[in-house]
């Protein structure tokens, strides 16, 4: 599972992760200073120490023991045994290679030093100087952590600042409806970068809508200019039919080019009132009975087959009661319907309405399911589909399942043909009858 972050999440962390390392760095440095500085003074003073204590043994050229409150130091001449008169617990430490060494409850520093007659042996106390340090790094550490907590509320508020411009601007372009024409973007002329985004958005956004307009009136001016020549078409194969009614064979070509005609104005119909319903809302229509314009749909596909040996049986049929457009409904029927016949040369037709679903099976060439897809794209067949068509019905259909919502899916039967699901429940105003 990808995990998703916020713009303003990675500027707030990365400011807070930025402000940790310096907080903590300085820090850092801090601590190292000091320890710096404490161990030149007390070089200083073990120094000075040494220095009074050896002056003091050569003067008296003898063993040589001051013992104050801060500091132990011995001298001893040479020639002296084993420094017998040097403290066990001193010796052991210096021995032992240890700076600090725990005596009396107190933590000393232990050294020695070769001078002129003899050593000096120097025990300093430090321990007030080390829970001075400690105490420095606590406190150190304290306003380390302060300083990034500190961060974390001022980077939090910072990236806020910085990043609500493009909030508002994501925000803004959430908010487009690509069924609506004319929307814009408000320009924020407070910050220059994304002022020139949103220009340029806008620029698309217009240049869309005059595109989205072109298609539109192209769509309905053609649909219109065809609609009269279709109709002369089909009236003047109406008169030839009944003048050749007596000719078997002149009827039967009438017969085709009057289904031919009807098909074409089905199809400049159904492109006329999607071109209506992308600029109107579709939320807005009256019950219509899907197994009703099944059934009438069903009726005049049966005159289709014409010479074909197609049996076309309605397996079950459910009362199914949706809100759309009848004609656009029985368009997309029709347009199912005629594509299972045409791809089907002998063989079966099942229809089922059933579960808020219309299946149409048939036993036909089948389909490519891996380039189904490509049916609902203009301009498309199956693979295996070797006849003339440009699939121009299965677009239409395609076009109504989106435009209300509706599921439209194939597959391949047992026999090889194809089946075509269309899903009615998956948009919302769906009923069952009783």
């Known amino acids: 599972m990808t995990r998703t972050s916020s713009i303003q999440s990675r500027v707030s962390w990365g400011l807070i992760a930025v402000s940790a390392l310096i907080a903590f760095g300085l820090g850092g440095v801090a601590i190292f200073f000091n320890e710096q500085l404490e161990k030149t003074i007390m070089d200083t003073a073990i120094n000075g120490q040494v220095a009074y204590v050896a002056a003091q043994g050569r003067e008296m050229g003898s063993t040589v023991s001051i013992i104050e409150d801060a500091y132990r130091a011995y001298f001893v001449p040479h020639g002296e045994p084993n420094y017998t008169s040097v403290p066990d617990w001193i010796r052991q430490g210096i021995e032992n290679q240890l700076e600090d060494v725990a005596h009396d409850g107190r933590i000393y520093e232990v050294s020695r030093r070769d001078v002129s007659g003899g050593s000096v042996f120097v025990a300093t106390d430090v321990t007030a100087i080390e829970v001075s340090e400690a105490n420095f790094m606590y406190a150190v550490l304290a306003c380390a952590a302060l300083l990034t907590l500190l961060a974390a509320y001022m980077s939090q508020r910072m990236a806020r600042s910085m990043i609500r411009p493009l909030n508002d601007l994501a925000n803004s372009v959430s908010q487009l409806t690509p069924s609506e024409r004319g929307m814009r973007l408000e320009p924020d002329s407070s910050d220059r970068a994304l002022s020139g985004i949103t220009q340029t958005l806008n620029s698309y956004l217009a240049e869309m809508d005059a595109f989205v307009r072109r298609e539109q009136h192209l769509s309905a001016m053609a649909s219109h200019e065809l609609r009269t020549p279709l109709a002369i078409v089909g009236g003047a194969v109406d008169v030839m039919l009944e003048r050749e009614k007596n000719d078997a064979a002149n009827a039967k070509t009438l017969q085709r080019i009057k289904d031919a005609v009807e098909r074409m104005s089905g199809s400049i119909d159904a492109l006329m009132l999607l071109s209506r319903l992308a600029t109107a809302a579709t939320d807005a229509f009256p019950p219509v009975p899907v197994h009703d314009v099944l059934q009438s749909q069903s009726d ?25 457009d009848e004609q656009l409904l029985g368009i997309l029927i029709r347009n199912l319907l005629g594509n299972a016949i045409k791809y089907t040369h002998n063989g079966q037709i099942d229809i089922a309405l059933t579960g808020g679903t219309l299946k149409i099976s048939d036993t036909g060439c089948g389909l490519d399911i891996d380039n189904a897809q490509q049916l609902m794209e203009p301009h498309a067949r199956g693979a295996n589909v070797g006849h003339d068509g440009q699939g121009f019905g299965l677009y239409i259909a395609a076009e109504i399942c989106r435009q209300f919502g509706w599921i439209m899916e194939f597959d391949l039967t047992d026999t090889g043909g194809t089946r075509v699901c269309v899903s009615f429940s998956a948009s919302d105003g769906s009923t069952k009858s009783a």
């Open 300 to 324: 005049e596909a049966a005159s289709l087959i014409g010479a074909k040996d197609i049996r076309l049986t309605i397996e079950a049929v459910e009362p199914l009661t949706i809100m759309t």
